[in-house]
Nanobody, 126 residues
C-alpha cells in the first residue's frame, strides 16, 4: 500500500499561481508513475499531469500544457505541480495519484490509477 498526502490548495484569482505538493508514504519501486487528477463538481475525474520514475519523463493534458509543470523528487518520494495562469475552469479538487508498477506513462492520464490521495481544493475566481 502507498499513502499519498496532498498540500498546497487554495483560492486565487484568474491569472494567479498555486503550487501543489504530494508526499508518498514510501518509495515506489520499479517503473512507476505519479501524477495529478482533478474532479470538478458534476464531472468525471480528469488526468492533468504525471511523471514517471525512476527516470523522470512527463506528460500533460492538453488543457494544462504550457501552464502547469509537474516534477518529482525520487529521493524524497514527493511530487509537485506548479500551476500558472490559472483559470476558472481549473477549479476542482486535485488528487495526487500513483501506480506502482505503471504499465505506461503515455496512458496514465486516461486510466484510473491504483493509489489516490484525499484531495485538495483549488478555486479560481474570475
Amino acid at each position: 500500500q502507498v499513502q499519498l498526502v496532498e498540500s498546497g490548495g487554495g483560492s486565487v484569482q484568474a491569472g494567479g499561481s498555486l503550487t501543489l505538493s504530494c508526499a508518498a508514504s514510501r518509495a515506489l519501486y520499479g517503473y512507476n508513475c505519479m501524477g495529478w487528477f482533478r474532479q470538478a463538481p458534476g464531472k468525471e475525474p480528469e488526468g492533468v499531469a504525471a511523471a514517471s520514475g525512476p527516470y523522470t519523463t512527463t506528460t500533460y493534458a492538453a488543457s494544462v500544457k504550457g501552464r502547469f509543470t509537474v516534477s518529482r523528487d525520487n529521493s524524497k518520494n514527493t511530487l509537485t505541480l506548479q500551476m500558472n495562469n490559472l483559470q476558472p475552469d481549473d477549479t476542482a479538487t486535485y488528487y495526487c495519484v500513483a501506480d506502482s508498477p505503471c504499465p505506461a506513462l503515455s496512458t496514465f492520464l486516461t486510466r484510473r490509477p491504483r493509489y489516490w490521495g484525499q484531495g485538495t481544493q483549488v478555486t479560481v475566481s474570475s
